[in-house]
């Protein structure tokens, strides 16, 4: 059998009145590495609390192999837990902090020793040993967090927002380094976070929870390309909305927006007259001719450096905003009249009222 493999079967969990998970089922692959994304309040902080065994279940259950983890107490789950503050013992060394777990279970001498200095090898803190958790970097701590974590070889590793507390270029960073560790070791990871480009470049399978309910489980892919939901169209990246009405069916869809008339749009299953709402991420629109062009003022330019947003103004007040590359700079300034346009392939169509 693998290992590694989580299931969560009929999960609720409630405080006072409030029900925080509602029946919840998940399956987690053997090796994989998976994402729990939501909001706040979403429930995905309290299902990493009941997997880890802090928090017991109302109802359900949740299985690791097949095994049954009910009554099972935190300390005897092949289950380790990274924390948002990193929890390091300031007064240890990083080799004793690493060492800790493994000193509890009993290990000692040269096995300790070089099961420390595997860690610390893994996870590129060789020489780092000797040094007070308190004099190393943001960075350098995450690792060490991480090396503990993994020293005592766990079927499954929770990563609580581990890098929210990094700036930004540390962040991107980190990644690749959990990606390189994850990778290495085919140990099933698990990622807590609200931060939805964190949980797209991590992790090969995510998990979107919305008030407790499994919203959508797919690729990264699948969530950005192709949301089961307007609410996780909204949710995932940034996406212009318009409001419509089917006007004909077929291999493609023909929408009325008001003030922009007929526009085409990606095939659904919706039948003529039914209320809409057409999504289009910001880089599926072309300033240029095209298919579905429209003219349209630029009305704000935001520069971000490797790209700029424009905001631009279409007829009877429609609004939309397309995000650019600056390979050769800025390509339009407030005031201009631009083309504006689309394919079809790139718009995402809801039915209106349903999120």
């Known amino acids: 059998m693998n290992q590694g493999a989580l299931a969560v079967e009929g999960l609720s969990k409630r405080f006072g009145a409030a029900a925080v ?3 919840l089922d998940l399956a987690i692959g053997a090796g994989s590495f998976f994402a729990l994304l939501g909001a706040s309040g979403s429930g995905k902080t309290t299902l990493l609390r009941l997997i880890a065994g802090f928090e ?18 935190p300390y005897e789950r092949p289950i380790n837990l990274v924390f948002q503050s990193y929890a390091l013992f300031p007064h240890m060394t990083v080799a004793d902090n690493v060492a800790f777990g493994l000193r509890r279970d009993g290990l000692s001498g040269t096995e300790l020793d070089r099961r420390v200095a595997e860690m610390l090898a893994l996870l590129r803190l060789d020489g780092l040993g000797e040094r007070k958790s308190r004099q190393i970097s943001g960075g350098q701590a995450q690792r060490v967090a991480l090396a503990r974590a ?3 070889r766990p079927k499954l590793l929770l990563l609580d927002e581990p890098l929210a507390a990094l700036d930004r270029g540390l962040r991107e960073h980190m990644r690749i380094e959990l990606k390189r560790l994850h990778d290495a070791l085919g140990t099933t990871f698990v990622l807590v976070t609200h931060d939805q480009e964190e949980a797209l470049a991590l992790a090969d399978r995510v998990a979107l929870l919305d008030r407790g309910r499994l919203a959508q489980l797919g690729t990264p892919e699948d969530l950005y390309e192709r949301p089961a939901s307007l609410a996780v169209a909204r949710f995932i990246g940034q996406i212009n909305l318009m409001e419509g009405r089917v006007a004909a069916t ?9 003030g922009l008339g007929a526009v085409q749009a990606r095939s659904a299953p919706l039948s003529v007259g039914a209320a809409v709402v057409v999504g289009l991420r910001p880089e599926k629109i072309d300033l240029g001719p095209g298919d579905n062009a429209r003219e349209a003022t630029v009305t704000d330019v935001t520069y ?8 631009l103004a279409l007829a009877d007040g429609v609004e939309l905003r397309t995000a650019r590359p600056n390979r050769d700079g800025p390509v ?5 009249r631009v083309t504006v346009s689309w394919p079809a392939s790139a718009s995402q169509v809801f039915p209106a009222g349903a999120g």
């Open 21 to 23: 998970l509602d029946n």
């Open 332 to 336: 339009a300034r407030p005031g201009e």
């Open 304 to 311: 971000l450096g490797d790209q700029s947003v424009y905001r």
């Open 250 to 258: 077929g291999e493609t869809l023909t929408i009325e927006v008001p």
């Open 56 to 73: 017991a279940p109302d109802e359900g259950r949740i299985t690791l192999d097949g095994a049954d983890l009910s009554g099972v107490p």
């Open 150 to 152: 993994l020293a005592k």
